[in-house]
T-cell receptor, first 112, second 116 residues
């Protein structure tokens, strides 16, 4: 079945460091891909998404590119801030349904 | 801003009791989803509605679980004869149906259930 695998955390970085959180997926057809973020004490919210191959999603300095050939959707940010500390979830939506299939989440901790 | 709301936010119950959760989606959204999230895991899909029709149910949804959306607005999720393994965060999300793929789902704050 369809699934998402993302790197285990926690990822611990100093402020202004470069961030990569790896995400790979298994799916039939062409799913839509998402990154959701959960800040401490808050609900899940969409960070960015891409709906077809080679699309790049971006928001708040974060980027991810839909790579069909490597079935990946890695999340990157050039310079993280303390306020980026949160849990990040990679997810896919199969082409025949809008339900989301999530990875296990990666906790990011950014220190000043 | 009327986002997705869920009630109650927290529920503690004893094993064997029945519990019911409510979700109020964003008013113009016709699709409503339920997910379950356990500690250290990502949310897992349970079921979804388009208007009042329940279109898909996960195999995770045992016969002790039932969900309704009687008028296509709010939804309830009932768990009968709760077990300790039902302890989790129950999340509701909503979105609009459109011809575009990958519509954003908007999540509520969740209901945290603890079964003693």
């Amino acid at each position: 079945g369809d699934s998402v695998t993302q790197m285990e955390g926690p990822v611990t970085l100093s402020e202004e460091a470069f961030l990569t959180i790896n995400c790979t997926y298994t799916a039939t057809g062409y799913p839509s891909l998402f990154w959701y973020v959960q800040y401490p004490g808050e609900g899940l919210q969409l960070l960015l998404k891409a709906t077809k191959a080679d699309d790049k999603g971006s928001n708040k300095g974060f980027e991810a590119t839909y790579r069909k050939e490597t079935t990946s959707f890695h999340l990157e940010k050039g310079s993280v801030q303390v306020s980026d500390s949160a849990v990040y979830f990679c997810a896919l939506s199969p082409p025949n349904t809008d339900k989301l299939i999530f990875g296990t989440g990666t906790r990011l901790q950014v220190f000043p | 801003d009327t986002g997705v709301s869920q009630n109650p936010r927290h529920k503690i119950t004893k094993r064997g009791q029945n519990v019911t959760f409510r979700c109020d989606p964003i008013s113009e959204h016709n699709r409503l989803y339920w997910y379950r999230q356990t500690l250290g895991q990502g949310p897992e899909f349970l079921t979804y509605f388009q208007n009042e029709a329940q279109l898909e149910k996960s195999r995770l949804l045992s016969d002790r679980f039932s969900a309704e959306r009687p008028k296509g607005s709010f939804s309830t999720l009932e768990i009968q004869r709760t077990e300790q393994g039902d302890s989790a965060m129950y999340l509701c999300a909503s979105t609009s149906t459109s011809i575009r793929r990958g519509e954003t789902q908007y999540f509520g704050p969740g209901t945290r259930l603890l079964v003693l």
